[in-house]
Every structure is written in structure tokens, then in C-alpha cells.
């Protein structure tokens, strides 16, 4: 198992700011970069998720699904090889990867809700949309904060916490996006694949 | 060890104020049945520690001396470390204490020599309350609508003061305060003047509130109280320097007090279900658990936002998510420990009953949720929050302070 030292955290930076500006695949080739050769990508219960690619094809992955997301297509994959616990930078990585989506699709939901008319005005001028928008952003905060505190990783049992925060806070952004979050290969799928990565890489003890 | 922004200079501070807030707890409970016997508290460490902040030692503040460290709460940093832990203990005693408090935020900030020379001095005679007036009947606690007046004197002498204002803390005990009041239209027209309480015209009664009791929160009336020019606060400013400007750059700071007090309440429905409740099954474990994750991390928001602002006066926004969310945060923790104690959890634990009820109480301090909402939504899309580091003062560890916040 990697060891956390310091210099890690400038991965942590680019995965996040690579999720937020390019999207869920290019990020996840960040941050499986960043690990040791040969370490295993799949989490405790045989899940991963990974940019697509030739390694589709392994005899004993089975791809659940194809997601076509902005920034290039992600499997979601299952193995039955033996279980083990993923690596630390595949779990605290994955937080800050969800931290840089959770980024992007406020971007997005700010956008959509500057275009989109409702009466006389925008639904980005109504102020329960500004409130919820602001709720958002306070939950990407909070755990921006909770990592900042907790450099180079918060501790194993916290991942669970940080993950449902990020969830809690996609969730908020998404009912923002009305029926424009509900259609694959958009903002909304990129957040479906998001909670689907936090089960991935969450420790089993306790997720 | 719990993971934490502070340095060992503020560590230390923590660690004292968490053993005087501890003493908070019993005296906090008499003092919700008769708020007026808070005079009896005035040798708790705690008590003693809030009169000692916000006087810097140039005007003849001791400070707090612990170990090899010294600390003035000039910061915003050393008062959310300090409030939090106090609030831990009681908040109502918490806000109830003698000492320069929010008045001393503003004052730092727009007074000139000979005013803080009057205000500290004062403070420094005796234990001395103080109260700050910002909030008015009809207009909240939005500074660019106040309807307060000031107004020259015809004979050229004293200004003239008149107006209601409510939801002032301590104000029916306090000795001198500030009171923000209006001199012509439009947001340069808003300025902040000292109060001697002791002038003809102010009177100050208590409310009866639900939460806080021991702070004694009241209304206020003026009635053609008179004002020096001399202490008329920002008198050497220019009115953009001074009115709406000195506004923003004191609720910045106190903001993130705020932010921890609510902390320091959801903390301690934490501990209470922690130290009363024995026998906790497995699921209850991980909703405590989760609980204490939460107030972990809205503490490190909290903090980081304190940080920033002692970095930069003008950085606001992160305080206003860090105080919106402390506060929703304080209400859900109460509400949630009440629900390790069945349905009559605040019929039988007074603990937590005072402690539901105090809750609900910061939740309007220096602005209500929604609008503090309304402040990060605006400083989003100015670019001012949410994009790149949020927090690049404490990443160029600039955190510690112990000077003037300016």
C-alpha cells in the first residue's frame, strides 16, 4: 500500500482541477498516474471506474456500463479478483476528484441557469435558486475545508462523511438543472457516475 | 488528535479557552432563569478573558498571557478559536460578558486615537459592558436601509441622535456601545457613532427572548441623545471611508465569531449525548459519528474563513458561507442529540432544551441565513469565491496574527 507524503497533494490539486475543467475521464488518468505501477484500480468490493480504453477487454472485468461523458467515455468495471483494500490515493483521490466535479457542474448549472428564462427574468435572478446556489457552493467549502485541515488525507473514516457531502451538494446543484440533469451523457450523468466512483473507493468498513 | 488549521500558538489558545468554557456550563444554566445575576460570574477565567480581548496593548490591554504566547483577539482567527470553545460551555454567558465585543471590532477598525483612547480607557477602569446597535425594528439589520438620524445640532454644539433600534445585546447593562445611524440619503450617508449610555435620552429594555437569555438582548430608544462631534467614529475619513465601507469591513470580522458560536452550541449537544447517553448502538454510534464529522467540518470552514478575512478585510463571502452553514448546523446538532433521548428528550435534559433553544438564536445574529446566502451567490458570480484556492492565506501560512486586524 502508497504511503501519503506530502508532495501528493499537487496530484490531488491537478486531479481536482483536471475533473473541473476537462471532465471525470482525463481526471481519472491523473489520478491513476499517480499510483504505483501495478496497483490494482478496483476498490475494496471489486468496483472501479476508469477512463475507457484496451483494458475493457480483460478476461475477468465485466463492464456494467458505458458512460459518455464530456471529457472522454468512463466503464464502470467489476472484477472477482480477490478483494483488497484500494489504495490511499485511489480513496482520498477520489474526494478530490468528485470535488473537482461537483466544481464543474456548478459551472454548468450557472450557465443553464443564466439562459434559462422564467417570466420576465432568469432563473439565475430568482432568489431561492441563488440561496440553493449558494448552498452548493458552501458544500463544496465545507469539504474543501475538512481537506485542507486534514493534509495530505483525512483519516479512512471520514471518506464516507466527505462523500455524502459531495453527494448531498450534487444533489442540491441537479434539482437546479430541472430535466437537463436527467439525460445521459450531460452534468447529470457525470453526477450519477460521481456517486457511483464514491461507492467504488469508500472504504467497507465504513461506507 | 482531532486535525486543525491552527497552529500551536492558537492550539494553545483552544486549549485554555476549552478549560474555562467547561466552567461556563453550570453557571449558564442559573443564568437562563435570571439573567441578571451575571455579575456573580465576573471572576470565571472565561469572563475575565472576553474583557481582556479586543483592547490592544498600545492602549493599555494586558492580554491574555498563556505560555510563551500573548493574545489580544485583534484577529478574527483568536476570537472564533476563543468564542467557540466558550459557546461550548454557554453561549448565553458567552455574549453575556463584559469587555469591548462587537463594539471593538468597529472601533479597531474606524476610530481614530482619541476615540479608542476614550473607549479603551473606559474599558479598563472596570468590568464594562458594551453593546453595538445596528438593527432597527422596521429595517433588520440591513445597514443601507437604517433609519436612525443623526443630526447637526442647530446651535452648532453635540449632533443630535434619534431613532429605535432591537436586538441589541447587553444594552440595558452596558456602559457605552456604538450606534450606526444615518447623517443624509444613500449608503455614504450611514455612520457609526460612540454612545455614552449614561446621556439623557438613550434607554435601553430588555426583551423577554427564548435562547440566550443571559445576554439580555433589548430595544433601544434614542431621543435626541447628544453626540460630540469627537465621537463620531471615521470623523477624519472621508464618508466612502467610513459609512457603509467601515460596515463591511466590521461584519467581515465579526462574521466568522459568529460562525463559531454556533459551532461551539452544535459541539456541545455533541459532547452531551456523548458523556449522557450510554449504550449507544451500532447505528446510533455512526449517526453520532457522523454528527461530530460534520461539526468537524464546519469548523475547519469556519476557521479558515476567520483566517482569510484577518488577511484581508474585503474577503467576506467565505465568511458569509461559513456563517450561513454554522448556523443551519447548530439547529440540526441540537435537534439530532435531542433525538438520542426519545420524544420528551427536551422535557427531561434541560441541557439540551437550553441548548435547542440558544440555536435558534445566532441564527439572525449579523444577518439571517438566507441573506448570508445571498452574499455568497453575489460574490460567486463577482469571481470574488469559488474558483481556485479558497483559502490562500492559511496556504501562505499567514494565519497566526496577534495584531490589530487592520
Redesign the interface.
Known amino acids: 500500500m502508497t504511503t501519503i507524503s506530502p508532495p501528493i497533494t499537487a496530484t490531488w490539486l491537478r486531479c481536482h482541477d483536471t475533473a473541473r475543467a476537462e471532465g471525470m475521464a482525463p481526471a481519472l488518468a491523473v489520478l491513476h498516474a499517480a499510483l504505483p505501477a501495478g496497483t490494482s484500480v478496483f476498490g475494496a468490493g471489486g468496483a472501479a471506474v476508469r477512463p475507457a480504453g484496451p483494458a475493457d477487454r480483460d478476461g475477468d472485468v465485466l463492464v456494467v456500463r458505458t458512460a459518455q461523458l464530456p471529457g472522454g467515455a468512463v466503464v464502470l468495471v467489476r472484477t472477482h479478483r480477490p478483494a483488497s483494500h484500494p489504495d490511499p490515493i485511489l480513496t482520498t483521490g477520489s474526494v478530490w476528484l468528485r470535488l473537482g466535479l461537483s466544481g464543474a457542474l456548478l459551472d454548468t448549472g450557472l450557465a443553464y441557469l443564466g439562459g434559462r428564462r422564467s417570466g420576465d427574468t432568469t432563473l439565475l435572478r430568482r432568489q431561492m435558486v441563488q440561496g440553493a446556489v449558494a448552498e452548493a457552493l458552501t458544500g463544496q467549502l465545507e469539504v474543501r475545508a475538512f481537506l485542507t485541515a486534514h493534509d495530505p488525507a483525512p483519516p479512512p473514516e471520514a471518506l464516507s462523511y466527505l462523500h455524502r457531502r459531495l453527494t448531498e451538494t450534487d444533489r442540491v446543484l441537479l434539482r437546479l438543472l430541472g430535466a437537463a440533469g436527467f439525460t445521459r451523457g450531460g452534468a447529470g450523468e457525470v453526477a450519477d457516475v460521481s456517486e457511483l466512483l464514491a461507492g467504488a473507493y469508500t472504504p467497507e468498513a465504513v461506507a | 488528535m482531532t ?3 491552527l497552529d500551536e500558538r492558537l492550539s494553545t489558545l483552544r486549549d485554555a479557552a476549552r478549560e474555562w468554557g467547561a466552567e461556563f456550563r453550570a453557571a449558564g444554566a442559573g443564568l437562563d432563569l435570571d439573567p441578571d445575576a451575571v455579575g456573580e460570574h465576573l471572576g470565571l477565567a472565561g469572563v475575565r478573558a472576553l474583557a481582556a480581548m479586543l483592547v490592544p496593548e498600545e492602549y493599555g490591554g494586558a492580554g491574555l498571557h498563556l505560555g510563551a504566547h500573548r493574545f489580544h483577539g485583534m484577529t478574527a482567527i483568536e476570537r472564533a478559536v476563543v468564542l467557540e470553545e466558550l459557546a461550548r460551555g454557554d453561549a448565553g454567558l458567552m455574549l453575556a460578558g463584559p469587555g469591548a465585543s462587537m463594539s471593538g471590532v468597529l472601533v479597531d477598525v474606524l476610530a481614530d486615537r482619541l476615540q479608542k483612547e476614550w473607549f479603551y480607557g473606559r474599558l479598563l477602569e472596570r468590568p464594562t459592558w458594551t453593546f453595538f446597535a445596528l438593527t432597527e425594528p422596521d429595517r433588520g439589520s440591513d445597514a443601507t436601509a437604517l433609519e436612525t438620524a443623526l443630526s447637526p445640532s442647530s446651535e452648532g454644539g453635540a449632533h443630535r441622535l434619534d431613532g429605535r433600534k432591537k436586538y441589541v445585546g447587553n444594552a440595558a447593562r452596558a456602559a457605552l456601545g456604538v450606534v450606526f445611524a444615518r447623517t443624509g440619503p444613500g449608503p455614504l450617508g450611514v455612520t457609526a457613532v460612540l454612545v455614552d449610555t449614561a446621556d439623557p435620552g438613550f434607554h435601553a429594555e430588555p426583551l423577554e427572548t427564548l435562547g440566550l437569555r443571559a445576554a439580555r438582548i433589548c430595544e433601544l430608544t434614542l431621543e435626541n441623545v447628544a453626540v460630540p462631534a469627537e465621537r463620531v467614529l471615521g470623523r477624519d475619513r472621508s464618508p466612502a471611508r467610513r459609512g457603509m465601507w467601515a460596515c463591511v469591513q466590521t461584519f467581515n470580522r465579526l462574521r466568522p465569531g459568529v460562525a463559531a458560536i454556533a459551532v461551539g452550541i452544535a459541539a456541545a449537544a455533541h459532547d452531551y449525548v456523548r458523556t449522557e447517553r450510554d449504550r449507544l448502538g451500532h447505528a446510533e454510534r455512526d449517526r453520532l ?2 454528527l461530530g ?2 461539526i ?3 469548523r ?2 469556519v476557521q ?1 474563513s476567520a483566517i482569510e478575512v484577518d488577511a484581508d478585510g474585503s474577503r467576506g463571502h ?1 465568511a458569509s ?2 456563517k ?2 454554522a448556523c443551519r448546523l447548530a439547529e440540526e446538532a441540537t435537534l439530532e442529540a435531542c433525538g438520542f433521548f426519545g420524544p420528551r428528550a427536551r422535557w427531561d435534559h434541560p441541557v439540551l432544551d437550553k441548548l435547542a433553544r440558544d440555536a435558534r438564536g445566532v441564527e439572525f445574529m449579523e444577518g439571517a441565513g ?1 441573506i ?6 453575489q460574490g ?2 463577482a469571481g470574488k ?2 474558483r481556485g484556492d ?2 490562500p492565506a ?1 496556504g501562505g501560512k499567514t494565519l497566526t496574527g496577534g495584531s490589530s486586524c487592520r
Open positions: 486535525a486543525t488549521v459519528d457522523l464529522r460534520r468537524d467540518g464546519v475547519h470552514l479558515l467565505l458561507a461559513a450561513a452553514e438566507n448570508q446566502k445571498l452574499t455568497v451567490f460567486l458570480v469565491i469559488g479558497p483559502f492559511h
